[in-house]
Structure formats: C-alpha cells, structure tokens
C-alpha cells in the first residue's frame, strides 16, 4: 500500500505543495529536450535524405565544437572562427560525398550504416591529433551568448532561467521552423525527399545525387555545430560529448526517423519526462533513473504507434 | 498547359540516332549492333518478347547504361557516355516498367519533383523561402496544376502516391515525366497491368501529348492492338538483335517477327 501512495499521490502532492519548484523542473526538462532535439534533427537530416542512420553525427558534433574552440585558442577571433568552422563543415561534407558515398551509391543501407562508423572512428583519430584529447571550454561569452541566469518570483517562491538556456531554446526554434519549411515547400528539400524515397527515379528526373548528398551533410554539420555550441557551453568540449548521440535514439524513435517536427517534440517528452521522473520518482529506485527512463518513455510510445509520433506512415500495397 | 519549348530541330527531322550500339553485362548480351533513329514528333514504339533488350534499350538513352559500342546522337550532338543528369537536362523524360515514384510523396510533390531542373533559385533563397523562391515557386506550381488537369488526377493530388491504386500510380508518373517538358519521352510499358479502360485512358493522353505539344515519344509496350493503333513506326527487338523496322502495316506482315512471336515450325 506505501509504495503505491509513494508511486501514485506523493510525487503529485510534492508537485501541488511546491508548484515553484515543479516549474523549475519543467523548465530543465524543455532546455534539455531542446537540445536532445537538436542533435535529433542532425540525424533526421541525413535519415530523411538517404535512409542512412548517420552513427557519426554525435562525433561530428564534437568535432565542430573543437574545431571551432581550437581555431579561437590559436588566436583567431570567435566570429572569424566560427565562419572558418562552417567552411570546414562544408569540406567535410564535400569529402564524405566524394570519398564514401559516391563510390557506395545503391549499396544496400546497412553499407552505407558502417561506413558512418568508420568515419566516426576517423573523425575521433583526426580531432584528437590536431586538437588533443584534454577537454576544452566552450568560448560562449566570446561568441556572444548571454551570461548569468533571469530570476522569475512565483508562488512565493522563485524560478531561475539561466540565460544561454533561453538563448539556446530560441536558437534551435528556429533551425527546426527553417528547415521543416525548406524540406516541406521548396524545390531542394523536394529533391532531397526525392532521393530518399528512390535513386533511379531521381536520376531520371534530373536530380543530382552528389549535390544533394553535400547539401544534407553540410546542413548536417551545421546542426552539429550549433549543437556543438550549445552542449559545450552547458559542460565542456570533449570526446564524452559523443555519448550524447544515445540520447537521441529514443529522441528519434519517438518522433520518427523521418520528421524534424518530430525530432523537437520527441526532445521536449523525453527531457521534461526524464527530469520529472528523476526528480519525483527517481529517489524511490534509488535514483539514476535518467539513464534509461528515456528508452522506457519510448518503449511505451512505441507499443501504440510503431512509427514514431510524426514518422511517415507505413504503406505497402499488396 | 502550354507546350514546351521546341528544340531547333524540324518536325520529321532526326532527333535521336542509334547507330551499331551494342552492351553486354559480362557474358549476356542484352544488345547485338542495333541501329535506328527517332524522328521528331513521332511516336516510335520498340516491341519484342520478353529479354529482348527493349528496357535496356532505353536505359542506354536516357544513361543509366552505357554501351561498350556504338554511337548515340541526340538533338545533333554525339556523346560516348551521357549519365543521366544530362540526359534529364538535355530533354529526356522516362517513366518506368515497375513504377519507379517517390512513395512517400504526395502526387503533387512528385510532378514538382519532375521540375527540379526548370527551377533556379539557389540555396540560401530556398532556405528563407521568401521573395524570389516563393515566386518561382508560385509560377511552376501553375504548370504543374495544369498537368494535373490534363491528366484527370485532381482527386488525389495531395495522397501519398503509395496509396494510390496501380494505374493512377503510372497517370502519376508520366505527370512527372511531362513536368519536365522533354523533347523526348520515353514510355516503359505505360500499360502493362491495366484494365481495358485504363489502357484507353493512357492511349488518348499518350496521343494528346504527342499531337498537342509535338513531344516525341519512344514507348515500349506488349499489347500489340496499343501499339499498332498509336505508333508511326515500329522497331522489333529479338536478343538482342533488330529484326524488323517500319510502319505498323509493315512490321505485322515481316515473317522474321511473326516466327519471333509465334515461333516457327520445326
């Protein structure tokens, strides 16, 4: 009888008696959300394009972030830095195209699924020889991202909002509004959708496969960087920050593979489901709950809607 | 719909020469030195049995193959090896045996598809999609509404094409491939799976595109009452190898084609 009172009252009445504090958890559980959604949308991106599950895009999140801190450590200013890490994003992008994809085209997915493993292992070897291993830190107040916290009085109590937090929610508002209109309504993101679905019939209709392929892992890069960004100022840039990509799978797999929309509201559940659970059920299991609560929130999901909340829906004419 | 841009090549003149080409996948010989031509405004029909060469045939016209022999001339200019961009942005359309669609798409978003090559805006503006790209985006949405029109497929232009029952899947595809404006359309078996008022639907819009926008047309297709009624000139593929070439009256009365389908007695 007391573990269910624990389970099912006490956690709600915690909630109602300190409703400041509920909010502060909502509000870490959104900012976390917003940024799982980001490195999400890194492998919607190229999911959506090509099919592939890209298992380098928590690397190349790692890899822009150090390009860019290392670039400013060697004197470089921040803004100038970060243009010149863009440009690095592009070559890579150009020279996953040329050097991997190309010469895979019409490989079956799970080809093109490790050759992403390669890179990532590459990617590690390459950042760690120019950049070194030791953790880095992000140069946000260089690159002007706001300081120090906004503190909101409610309930008797008060709310802080730290204020890169709003910046980085704001920030990836608009990546996702900008690049579920251009994959939606216009002529690239067409292409891209087209390329996903079948190769020959965008050949024949005069797409170009090479420049898709860059166009999505440049956009790809670009997201890494943000997120890169983001993450690193939160902690520090270092090689741990890979893991995170984990963090995305159940992301995806709530969301659909296939749906940027999906990848933001997928983010959100699972961040403000995690924060929750961990801080009103998480001291009943003896805490540590973070680390698969997001994979059972998914798991449920799942039972009810095999293809995520917003994936494209399942259609096989017999 | 208006008609597409004429290249500058007369009605009745050459407009694609296949001369000795010849291809091979290792031992197998899908093309023995085939030759012919397609005349502007024509509609050219390629029959033969099953393995023929018939699809391969087209595939080395629109570049996804390319012949170890031969020489190809399209609109004038000779090409040993033409991938398929070029040929899509030189002036060919295709549509596929086993309808080749973006599934997920929706009909409409697949004939906008068909116009990835008339659009220019780069990159930057199509990621504000303000101003010019929308303009542009605006002016070819008209086109394409008016090939839904003349195909009849109002209905379904916002359904996943997935969905969509086999033969309004093919309508859907040369809707696409009509999107492009091409010189030249090659039809892979436009009828094949469909009932008799389908493949009355398909004959009028075939016969619609060829006289209304002067499109040439190459198309491949076993029911011979279609092809006999819709096609200026025949060519008869049998492993391989050409067996006969000529009007419809013609080809029908060629002994080598009747033992080719019939067999001979031995």
Redesign the interface.
Known sequence: MEILYKIFVDPFVQMAGAPDLLIQTLWEGLVSGVLYALIALGFVLIFKASGVFNFAQGIMVVFAALTLVGLHAKGIPAFVALALTIVVMLVLAIAVERLMLRPLVNQPDIILFMATFGLTYFLIGLGELIFGGEPKVMIASELGLPKGAVEWKVFGGFVSFQKIDIAAAVIASIMVA?LA??FQ???????L??V???H?????????LEQIWV?VWFAAGIVALATGIMWGARSDVSFALQTLALKALPVLILGGF?SIPGAIVGGVIIGVGEKLGEFYWGPLLGSGIESWLAYVIALVFLLFRPQGLFG??I???I | MRPPAQADIAAGEVLLAIENVSLSFGGVKAIRDVSFDIKKGEIRAIIGPNGAGKTSMLNVI?G?YTPQQGRITFKGKTRAKMR??D???GGI??T?QNV??????TAL?NI??????K?H?G?FW????FGP?LQ??VEHRRRVEDIIDFLHIEHIRKT?V??LP?GLQKRVELG??L??EPDLLLLDEPMAGMNLEEKEDMSRFILDVNQYFGTTIALIEHDMGVVMDLSDRVIVLDYGQKIADGTPDQVKANKAVISAYLGVAH
């Open positions: 900008t209109v251009f309504k216009t002529r690239i993101g067409r292409a959708r087209a996903a679905d079948s020959k019939a965008a050949l024949s209709v005069g797409i170009s166009i296939t494209e829906r259609i096989e004419r | 629109n996804f398929p961009y040929a899509a942005s359309a295709r596929f080749a669609l973006f599934r997920g798409m978003d906008m598809a068909g116009r990835t090559l659009m805006r990159l199509q990621l504000i999609r790209a542009e985006e996943p997935g969905r086999y696409r491939a999107a492009m």
